[in-house]
Nanobody
Framework: VQLQASGGGLVQPGGSLRLSCAAS????????TGWFRQAPGKEREFVAA???????YYADSVKGRFTISRDNAKNTVYLQMNSLKPEDTAVYYC????????????????WGQGTLVTVSS
């Protein structure tokens, strides 16, 4: 399984970005996919996840601002990030879990390479 994350960049506070996670190598729609992030000097943390049945989960810090979605025809999961804050600055990773994994990093068995999001004026 290969995951390719993209869409990161520099954005001003209050701005928006959409991250993409394109998957290949297994039947993507059968599995859960999540986004995690790691800020400098901090542990990697859960951001959002979407299950094969399209249930969604969010960290409290991003609820109401971020939206995760999937397009199974394109084997791609998206993370729409609105009202970005400087504390959202991090490298964002997408991961593929089984049909149970959602919010725990240990539940994910495949990871993309990460895409850097910088929120700064």
């Amino acid at each position: 399984v290969q995951l390719q994350a993209s869409g990161g960049g520099l954005v001003q506070p209050g701005g928006s970005l959409r991250l993409s996670c394109a998957a290949s190598g297994r039947f993507f729609s059968n599995y859960n996919t999540g986004w995690f992030r790691q800020a400098p000097g901090k542990e990697r943390e859960f951001v959002a996840a979407i299950t094969y049945s399209r249930l969604t989960y969010y960290a409290d810090s991003v609820k109401g601002r971020f939206t995760i979605s999937r397009d199974n025809a394109k084997n791609t999961v998206y993370l729409q990030m609105n009202s970005l804050k400087p504390e959202d600055t991090a490298v964002y990773y997408c991961g593929s879990a089984g049909r149970i994994g959602t919010t725990l990093e240990s539940q994910y068995d495949y990871w993309g390479q990460g895409t850097l999001v910088t929120v700064s004026s």
